[in-house]
């Protein structure tokens, strides 16, 4: 992206000679020939360059000055000065600007004072994400783990988000942590302590929750997160649109955000979709496949290992490279989810919880008794039937032809939370 300029001076010749110098270098300016207006555009998420002579009429270039280094006292200010102006642009350096340069000046002493007023305001809006980004992981709640560069604009992203209203739209293929995003900005966002709803739009009481929910006289929670909003039935898709457009209209302090699988966007270009993203404003959030961050993964599987280790009251089982180099090698089709459910299966059971292909077959009779085996296999059916219908238990029991209470016993003795599967 094009690093901005905003370049003011009531001299039309100077403005269009300097702007067209900057455009050619790249720069995208913005020509203004008095400060108010300037100001008016101008706020401390300005990423670039100001550019601004000292006298002018109306506003001038020290009054500027004060005003803009108040909303943004790190904001990367140069001010343009005539000959005898001297003393006027060292009085500018002690109230904050960046640099001044004396006309006339040379079109290379421009640029590089440009480029460096430019990158130092990079340097400083860098340290600012990274502050937020520390702030908002080390807060309460959920974490966005990894460091794969998708994932470090993603929590710089959710960072800025978080301090807002604004809906979001998140797209992500299945087991991606679509519901962790949405509850990592509930619980970072302005109204942690308020309660966060969820409805699944793809399950069997969609339907009456979401009736419930679009006549309901008030709202009474703070962020409203619909799942699989493409799978919204029809007949509730127009009471819908309306309840949400209703919230945007009122003004009121509640955070709408929708989520859906990957090709959800190519949906958004007709119909229901459509309408909700962008008539509604809705800022869109992509979420990688794991396949597309695979640096993550031995950083996840630990952290995931740790965790339910914890949970079981178990010491974390040695890793080997060998078990990391298994770990990479698979395609995780299933993604953060999958690997959560291996780690959970793999705290458990040990080496025992990889799958029976990727084992020594002499080494497999010799350590695991057909108890054993059965006992895996039954686990790994449960976690992947669960993982299919995301942890919605009649209909586990439907294709698994279980009874109720036997599948609640069969999930207790393999210590399995049907809320580990919720998308």
Not at 11 to 30: H, P
Not at 145 to 171: D, E, M, V, W
Not at 229 to 243: A, R
Request: hydrophobic share 40%.
């Amino acid at each position: 992206m094009n690093i901005p300029v905003i370049f003011i001076d009531d001299e039309k010749s100077i403005r269009d000679a300097l702007g067209q110098t900057l455009e050619l270098e790249d720069y995208d300016v913005s020509l203004f020939a008095s400060a108010k207006p300037a100001l008016e555009q101008l706020t401390n998420q300005f990423s670039g360059v100001i550019i601004s002579d000292i006298n002018m009429p109306g506003i001038d270039g020290l009054t500027f000055l004060k005003q803009a280094l108040a909303l943004d006292p790190e904001l990367s200010i140069i001010m343009l000065t005539g000959h005898g102006d001297i003393s006027m642009a060292v009085e500018a350096m002690r109230q904050g600007a960046y640099d001044f340069l004396e006309k006339p000046f040379s079109t290379e002493h421009l640029l590089d004072v440009v480029k460096r007023a430019s990158e130092k305001r990079e340097l400083v809006m860098e340290n600012r994400d990274l502050r937020r980004e520390l702030e908002v992981q080390s807060g309460p709640g959920p974490r966005i783990l990894g460091n794969a560069p998708s994932i470090k604009q993603l929590r710089r992203i959710l960072a800025h988000q978080s301090k807002t209203y604004a809906p979001l739209f998140i797209h992500g293929p299945s087991g991606c942590g679509k519901a962790l995003v949405a509850r990592f900005v509930h619980d970072h966002g302005l109204q942690p302590q308020q309660p966060f709803l969820t409805i699944d739009c793809d399950s069997t009481g969609a339907e009456s929750q979401l009736s419930e929910l679009t006549t309901k006289p008030a709202v009474t929670f703070a962020t409203l997160y619909l799942k699989h909003i493409d799978k919204t039935p029809s007949q509730l898709q127009p009471t819908l649109l309306h309840f949400i457009e209703s919230i945007s209209k009122a003004d009121k302090a509640v955070r709408v955000i929708v989520s859906a699988d990957s090709d959800s966007h190519q949906q958004c270009q007709t119909g229901f979709l459509h309408n909700l993203y962008f008539k509604q404003g809705f800022i869109s959030i992509d979420l990688p496949p794991l396949s597309q961050r695979q640096e993550d993964i031995p950083l996840l599987f630990h952290n995931f290992l740790r965790t339910d280790c914890s949970r079981f009251g178990l010491e974390p089982p040695h890793i080997d490279n060998q078990l990391e180099q298994w770990l990479a090698e698979q395609s995780w089709t299933g993604n953060v989810r999958e690997l959560r459910l291996f780690a959970e299966r793999y705290a458990l059971m040990g080496a025992k919880a990889i799958e029976p292909q990727h084992h020594d077959p002499n080494q497999q009779a010799q350590t695991a008794t057909l108890a054993d085996r059965v006992a895996d296999f039954e686990c790994k059916v449960l976690h992947d039937a669960l993982n299919r219908h995301h942890g919605r238990l009649k209909e586990v029991q439907q294709e698994l032809g279980l009874a109720r209470k036997t599948l609640y016993d069969k999930m207790k003795k393999y210590h399995i939370d049907k809320n580990e599967f919720k998308a």
